[in-house]
């Protein structure tokens, strides 16, 4: 069964913290994304990769940036974590081509204190 | 820029009835694709439906099937024999066909009663 998995469920942390979140798949997808997920907002994008050592701004970039040394595994780092990144993160890979939808990891929690 | 739009933030549905999930979207493209994704309680979103927008032919997987109407710019998610696992989030989302990224609707919650 493919997957994606995201390192934490629940995580929390201080406020000014660097937080690290990790996503690994392992389907040999090209693209990979991070998504913050809010009620009322449904899901923003905030950082994509389409290949290694790639990376695009998403919508709503502000306070993050993400990683993507290998082609399985994307990373997004929150520099200095603020109270208003507290939010649902899910990450997502999919294959360059074709029309294939998003797979999904099951989301980490994040709550900044 | 092309936008999302779920204009019921929550519905209820008698088990084993059907029921419609609205989605509206604006484009200028003529070639994209579109989905209906559910979230249940456990958080793992999984992809229920796709529909290619060139293709007139609504999209079907078992009880649930999409109306696909390009001109009024409308997709919308009809769930029938509606059974309690069915109980979840639904986010519709779109596709440009020569991008990787998806915009998604704000989301549906879906309540099944017994």
């Known amino acids: 069964d493919v997957k994606v998995t995201q390192s934490s469920r629940y995580l929390v942390k201080r406020t000014g913290e660097k937080v690290f979140l990790e996503c690994v798949q392992d389907m040999d997808h090209e693209n990979m994304f991070w998504y913050r997920q809010d009620p009322g907002l449904g899901l923003r994008l905030i950082y994509f990769s389409y290949d290694v050592k790639m990376k695009e701004k998403g919508d709503i970039p502000e306070g993050y940036s993400v990683s993507r040394e290998k082609k399985e595994r994307f990373s997004l780092i929150l520099e200095s974590a603020s109270t208003n990144q507290t939010s649902m993160y899910l990450c997502?890979?999919?294959?360059?081509?074709?029309?294939?939808?998003?797979?999904f990891g099951s989301g980490t929690r994040l709550t900044v204190v | 820029a092309q936008t999302v739009t779920q204009s019921q933030p929550e519905m209820s549905v008698q088990e084993a009835e059907t029921v419609t999930l609205s989605c509206t979207y604006d484009t200028s493209e003529s070639d994209y694709y579109l989905f209906w994704y559910k979230q249940p309680p456990s958080r793992q979103m999984i992809l229920v439906i796709r529909q290619e927008a060139y293709k007139q032919q609504n999209a079907t997987e078992n009880r649930f099937s999409v109306n696909f109407q390009k001109a009024a710019k409308s997709f919308s998610l009809k769930i029938s024999d509606s059974q309690l696992g069915d109980a979840a989030m639904y986010f519709c989302?779109?596709?440009?066909?020569?991008?990787?990224?998806?915009?998604f609707g704000t989301g549906t919650r879906l309540k099944v009663l017994a």
């Open positions: 989302a779109y596709r440009s066909s020569p991008t990787y990224k998806y915009i």
């Open positions: 997502a890979s999919s294959l360059r081509q074709g029309l294939g939808g998003y797979t």
